[in-house]
């Protein structure tokens, strides 16, 4: 099997704009190189189950489409952690919707060499246009019951109801055109710059993100050389 010529701390980063499928190529690397899987977006909906006042706030934030700040995002982060150095046995974890900023590029690198992660580090950008994101993210749903997004592309269009839970979908109410433009210009003043910054220390590995799903994933594994 090739993933047990990996070294002990994989860590794999996937970046990329709303829409670009990156959830979904980040749960098939998960699979494919049996590694943990850390979605921003999954640690804070876990976390404002907790009815605490960062939980309750996690809860206004998110329904309202804004966003979770990054001290939160760490505390639960490094928790997550610890908790990997307790584990036996772990092939690596792969990040997904983190970091957003430089600020979390640089607090993320720290935390890695803490914890002494990151030797083997992949940052993967999927590439999409602003234009192809915001056609994407008009059509795509939300399951009502786990929060999980899915994504307008291949299968994933034709589900009627959640894949993972059988919830019912919906479209998310700042789905329209302006809530997405909005989201996309934080991506181009935020994240853009975050995208720069691995670029510049030749971490990189660029994606063409407007392809099918399968041949988004050959290419991942062709160009992360595993
Ligand atoms: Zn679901």
């Given at each position: 099997m090739r993933h047990s010529k990996l070294k002990k701390s994989l860590v794999i980063i996937v970046l990329g704009p709303q829409g670009s499928g990156k959830g979904t190529q980040a749960e098939l690397l998960a699979k494919k190189f049996n590694l943990e899987y850390i979605g921003s977006g999954d640690l804070l909906r876990a976390r404002k189950?907790?009815?605490?006042f960062t939980g309750l706030k996690i809860s206004r934030v998110m329904t309202a489409g804004g966003r979770v700040a990054t001290p939160v995002i760490f505390k639960i982060w490094m928790d997550k952690l610890e908790e990997f150095k307790?584990?036996?046995?772990?092939n690596g974890f792969i990040i997904d919707g983190?970091?957003?900023?430089i600020l979390e590029a640089e607090m993320l690198e720290q935390a890695l060499d803490w914890y002494e992660y990151g030797k083997d580090k992949k940052i993967i950008f999927i590439n999409i246009s602003p234009k192809e994101s915001i056609w994407r993210l008009t059509k795509r749903r939300v399951c009502r019951?786990?929060?999980q997004n899915i994504p307008f592309i291949g299968e994933f269009r034709k589900l009627l109801k959640c894949n993972k839970c059988k919830g019912d979908l919906f479209n998310r109410a700042d789905d329209t055109i302006e809530g997405i433009k909005k989201r996309l210009e934080w991506f181009e003043t935020e994240v853009r710059p975050t995208i720069n910054y691995y670029k510049k220390r030749g971490e990189l590995i660029k994606i063409n993100g407007e392809q099918p799903i399968e041949k988004i994933f050959k290419d991942i594994l062709e160009k992360i050389k595993l």
């Amino acid at each position: 099997m090739r993933h047990s010529k990996l070294k002990k701390s994989l860590v794999i980063i996937v970046l990329g704009p709303q829409g670009s499928g990156k959830g979904t190529q980040a749960e098939l690397l998960a699979k494919k190189f049996n590694l943990e899987y850390i979605g921003s977006g999954d640690l804070l909906r876990a976390r404002k189950k907790k009815k605490d006042f960062t939980g309750l706030k996690i809860s206004r934030v998110m329904t309202a489409g804004g966003r979770v700040a990054t001290p939160v995002i760490f505390k639960i982060w490094m928790d997550k952690l610890e908790e990997f150095k307790k584990k036996s046995k772990l092939n690596g974890f792969i990040i997904d919707g983190s970091p957003r900023t430089i600020l979390e590029a640089e607090m993320l690198e720290q935390a890695l060499d803490w914890y002494e992660y990151g030797k083997d580090k992949k940052i993967i950008f999927i590439n999409i246009s602003p234009k192809e994101s915001i056609w994407r993210l008009t059509k795509r749903r939300v399951c009502r019951r786990c929060g999980q997004n899915i994504p307008f592309i291949g299968e994933f269009r034709k589900l009627l109801k959640c894949n993972k839970c059988k919830g019912d979908l919906f479209n998310r109410a700042d789905d329209t055109i302006e809530g997405i433009k909005k989201r996309l210009e934080w991506f181009e003043t935020e994240v853009r710059p975050t995208i720069n910054y691995y670029k510049k220390r030749g971490e990189l590995i660029k994606i063409n993100g407007e392809q099918p799903i399968e041949k988004i994933f050959k290419d991942i594994l062709e160009k992360i050389k595993l």
